[in-house]
């Protein structure tokens, strides 16, 4: 038995009365039709040209480095001697001409 049980009728009565005039809570008419409704409904993102902007100046920086660190490579490497012909000695103890 719990604690509420185990009280006297007479302590219990101004509980009972506090509860008489209670109802079951009932939902509007309608309001399931209403929430499917609201949940079908599309709905339009608008993203701010701020966030725009940010995004395609973050995209020319980036495209700006590869364009830079390709340039680079490619301007290096007809100057530089390749790594195998630095490891193993010049080219021209194999028979080879570059």
């Given at each position: 038995?719990?604690?509420?049980?185990?009280?006297?009728?007479?302590?219990?009565?101004?509980?009972?009365?506090?509860?008489?005039?209670?109802?079951?809570?009932?939902?509007?008419?309608?309001?399931?039709?209403?929430?499917?409704?609201?949940?079908?409904?599309?709905?339009?993102r608008i993203v701010p040209i701020s966030r725009l902007?940010?995004?395609?100046?973050?995209?020319?920086?980036?495209?700006?480095?590869?364009?830079?660190?390709?340039?680079?490579?490619?301007?290096?490497?007809?100057?530089?001697?390749?790594?195998?012909?630095?490891?193993?000695?010049?080219?021209?103890?194999?028979?080879?001409?570059?």
């Amino acid at each position: 038995m719990n604690n509420f049980e185990q009280q006297p009728a007479d302590e219990l009565q101004p509980y009972l009365q506090s509860i008489k005039g209670m109802q079951r809570a009932k939902a509007p008419e309608g309001i399931f039709g209403r929430v499917m409704g609201e949940m079908n409904r599309p709905v339009a993102r608008i993203v701010p040209i701020s966030r725009l902007s940010l995004v395609a100046a973050c995209l020319v920086v980036l495209i700006g480095l590869n364009v830079a660190v390709l340039a680079s490579k490619f301007s290096n490497t007809s100057d530089s001697i390749s790594p195998a012909v630095e490891y193993y000695g010049t080219s021209a103890e194999y028979g080879y001409s570059y």
